[in-house]
């Protein structure tokens, strides 16, 4: 039976290529892929992801090939991501501690969230975080995928997450307890050197962030504590790690690594990579 893949997106621009990576290695091995956004709107590549002339600020030189380019702007263009699951209609939002009823619509809540997940997971085998500048609008503190990923690691589930989508790894945590899932845990991530200093946009909206509002690589060391590690690997062309649940991957050049290595983890058990 073919593996079921749940891809999350954000509704302010994906990177071309940390779609294309993953997806055109599912693909291959025959997975069903299913797309998911935080309200069931369309998501949409980022626009320099689609040209191979953009020259990216940090790294001084373009990221993309004009054959990337062209797979990128097919898959964007096509049917495929038309008519995504949503988030929000998918899994319940917490209720506000002043709510009138407040013990009643937790409890609804706890009830409700444990039937979404457990739909949900019966469905996939694993959890893909696509990266890009949009996730940092809508998917790192989303409380819905949060709840989403805590599910698929309760469930000994993979969870592939890339570039600023991994900002959401760090941020789940259970609600009690409040210490992050990546704590103990090897990642790799955006590092600090490869941050934009200008430039920083979203689709749909006209907007230039100018940087980051936050540099990833300091959430991520934050959160895997002492007993875990951040991993940069500055000046390397690739960089993935895999500390199963998760595997992580930094940047454009590492998605179709990414996605082999969840196949790996899928089909042969694989537990730790690159560090």
């Not at 626009?47 to 030189?61: A, T």
């Not at 209720?95 to 739909?119: C, I, T, V």
């Amino acid at each position: 039976m073919s593996k079921r893949i749940l891809v999350v997106l954000s509704e302010y621009g994906y990177w071309g290529e940390e779609l294309v990576g993953p997806i055109e290695a599912f693909d291959a091995r025959g997975y069903r892929t299913t797309f998911m956004t935080p309200h069931g709107k369309r998501a949409q590549a980022l626009p320099p992801s689609l040209d191979s002339e953009y020259i990216d600020p940090p790294l001084g030189r373009a990221v993309t090939s004009r054959d990337m380019a062209r797979r990128a702007r097919a898959l964007d263009d096509s049917s495929r991501l038309d008519n995504p699951l949503s988030l929000a209609e998918m899994i319940p939002e917490r209720p506000y501690y002043s709510a009138l009823n407040h013990l009643r619509e937790l409890e609804s809540y706890h009830s409700n969230l444990a039937a979404a997940a457990q739909e949900l997971l019966g469905g996939f085998d694993a959890l893909v975080i696509v990266g890009g500048s949009g996730p940092i609008v809508d998917l790192a503190n989303n409380e819905r995928l949060h709840e989403l990923i805590l599910a698929f690691a309760r469930a000994d589930k993979p969870i592939l997450a890339e570039c600023y989508g991994v900002a959401a790894l760090a941020f789940a945590r259970d609600w009690d307890a409040r210490a992050s899932l990546l704590r103990g845990k090897h990642v790799t991530g955006h590092p600090k050197e490869y941050d934009y200093k200008d430039g920083t946009g979203f689709v749909g909206v006209d907007f230039n962030m100018g940087p980051p509002p936050y540099p990833l690589e300091y959430i991520l060391r934050d959160a895997t504590g002492p007993d875990g590690a951040f991993h940069g690997n500055v000046g390397k062309e690739v960089s993935v790690v895999v500390d199963f649940p998760f595997i992580t991957a930094r940047s454009t050049p590492d998605s179709v690594t990414a996605g082999e290595m969840l196949i790996e983890v899928l089909e042969n058990g694989l537990r730790r990579y690159g560090w």
